[in-house]
């Protein structure tokens, strides 16, 4: 079945410091890609997506490529902040109208 | 983007005891889900809420234990029943709009058993 691996946590950084999540997945189709940021004690917000091969999510700062030929979608940051001290997840979509399928999940921590 | 009122936000609740939590939305919505995460765990889906029928489960979740109603295109209920304090965890709804590719997520429940 389809599956996300994110890498292992957690990552601690300072700020201004560069960032970069590995996200690696599986899917029988052509599925959608996203990131979705968790700050403590809050649900989950989307930070970024991509629908298609080559397609580059951006947001806030945030970036991460459709990448078919090596099944990955990493996100990138080139300076974080403190205010970035999140769990990031990726996830995938295979087919509309299902639930998305999620990594375990990546902690950052950003110190000043 | 749909915008998800999810209830109660936290609670504490006495082992044995079952607790509903709600989620609404502002808009008609195709698909609701829910979801649950476990102390610095990912999130494991629990279940389809369907309009008007039988939700369904996923392996490992049975609706003895977690009945799901989902009335209309707007509202769903999650019951966490015979809680243990294994059940602790936030639970999470979610949905997806015809013609979007992403689900929107409701802030949580976060549950204590005791």
């Known amino acids: 079945g389809d599956s996300v691996t994110q890498m292992e946590g957690p990552v601690t950084l300072s700020e201004e410091a560069f960032l970069t999540i590995n996200c690696t997945y599986t899917a029988t189709g052509y599925p959608s890609l996203f990131w979705y940021v968790q700050y403590p004690g809050e649900g989950l917000q989307l930070l970024l997506k991509?629908?298609?091969?080559?397609d580059k999510g951006s947001n806030k700062g945030f970036e991460a490529t459709y990448r078919k030929e090596t099944t990955s979608f990493h996100l990138e940051k080139g300076s974080v902040q403190v205010s970035d001290s999140a769990v990031y997840f990726c996830?995938?979509?295979?087919?509309?109208?299902?639930?998305?399928?999620f990594g375990k999940g990546t902690t950052l921590s950003v110190s000043s | 983007s749909a915008v998800i009122s999810q209830k109660p936000s936290r609670d504490i609740c006495q082992r044995g005891t079952s607790l509903t939590i709600q989620c609404q939305v502002d808009?008609?919505?195709?698909?609701m889900f829910w979801y649950r995460q476990q102390p610095g765990q990912s999130l494991t889906l629990i279940a389809t809420a369907n309009q008007g029928s039988e939700a369904t489960y996923e392996s490992g979740f049975v609706i003895d234990k977690f009945p799901i109603s989902r009335p209309n295109l707007t509202f769903s209920t999650l019951t966490v029943s015979n809680m243990s304090p294994e059940d602790s965890s936030i639970y999470l709804c979610?949905?997806?709009?015809?013609?979007?590719?992403?689900?929107?997520f409701g802030q949580g429940t976060r549950l204590t058993v005791v």
């Open positions: 991509a629908t298609k091969a080559d």
């Open positions: 996830a995938l979509s295979d087919q509309a109208g299902t639930a998305l399928i």
């Open positions: 808009s008609q919505v195709t698909m």
């Open positions: 979610s949905v997806r709009t015809g013609g979007r590719t992403e689900a929107f």
